[in-house]
């Protein structure tokens, strides 16, 4: 899978950490190994422009999702078909400055919550939403799954833990 980051946030971020998460995510959905995703961290004056304009609301937020090709997990029951074209996934969007404020309201990090966003994106790309109450209980329950096991999944292979 190519995943490709780029932070112009000014904000010091443990890109590699979103890195190995993205990659993890895409790998748990099941999306084809060659897919493409895009993942763009910004200030809180660029979120906002990009706010504004795509979701026509003012300020700035977490984070936003771009999709590009539709794609959507993968079952389990079937093999991920090697002859199948890659896709680009689409971007996601996060501003560190909105997700320090948010992450000092839960109790956490600023890098547990960007990571908590990263999925959040990533499954908007994949087509799940929260507008619904139902829908939002499954994304969530899905997004806390996918964050909890790459946490230990880390934790098992002796990677370093969360960044304070």
Known sequence: MTVEIANESGVDVDELRLLDLARYVLDRM???????????LVDEGEMAVLHERWMDEPGPTDVLSFPMDELRPGRLDVEIDPDAEPAVLGDVVLCPAVAKQQARHAGHSTQDE??????????????YDHAEEDAEREMFALQ?????????DRRIAGRPGRKR
């Open 30 to 40: 099941r999306i084809h190994p060659l897919a493409e995703l895009s993942i763009l």
């Open 114 to 127: 960007l990571e908590l966003l990263t999925v959040h994106g990533i499954l908007h790309l994949l087509g």
């Open 144 to 152: 806390s799954e996918l964050l909890t096991a790459w946490r230990a």
